[in-house]
């Protein structure tokens, strides 16, 4: 068992694509699983033939990655396909509907969030025990490791 360095600091979690039955409404609430608090996240796992609710949200704007098999999104009423490692953000306001036309299952990650996205917030620093932060945008990568240092299995 891993122990966080800070309490809260982390949280593990596990996506679940072989039995779903359990589920429930077709979905696991990762963001339950992980305490987020500031965005949604949802594995939705749809078996050949299954759908979902006609929905919309009223300020929460979405991306669906399609983790395994293929998604027939329906933007208002409208079809797009997507396949394995593909992604599409839908509007805030805009009617969708997730569609499994088969032939294998489909397992996608749905997130979404409310409010605007405050970018560049990070802080960068040169080593472990470094105090002073920096912008990411201004500190150099650093150096590949040492292939020494690399798994060999």
């Not at 078996?47 to 009223?58: A, D, F, K, M």
């Not at 300020?59 to 208002?76: A, C, K, M, N, P």
């Not at 394995?84 to 509007?91: K, P, W």
């Not at 009617?95 to 749905?110: E, I, M, S, T």
């Amino acid at each position: 068992m891993v122990e966080p360095v800070q309490m809260g600091a982390t949280r593990f979690g596990h996506l679940d694509t072989q039995d779903v039955a359990d589920v429930g409404e077709r979905f696991l609430p990762l963001r339950r699983q992980l305490g987020l608090s500031s965005f949604g996240m949802n594995q939705i796992v749809l078996e050949p033939g299954q759908r979902g609710r006609i929905h919309r949200h009223l300020h929460q704007e979405e991306v669906y990655l399609v983790l395994d098999g293929r998604l027939t999104l329906l933007i208002e009423s409208e079809a797009t396909e997507l396949g394995e490692g593909e992604l599409i953000r839908v509007a805030p306001q805009v009617r969708r509907q997730l569609v499994n036309l088969g032939p294998g299952r489909l397992v996608l990650l749905a997130l979404g969030g409310a409010v605007e996205h405050r970018g560049r917030d990070g802080e960068a620093f040169t080593s472990w025990d470094d105090e002073s932060p920096t912008s990411p945008q201004e500190m150099p990568m650093p150096p590949d490791l040492d292939p020494g240092e690399l798994r060999t299995a």
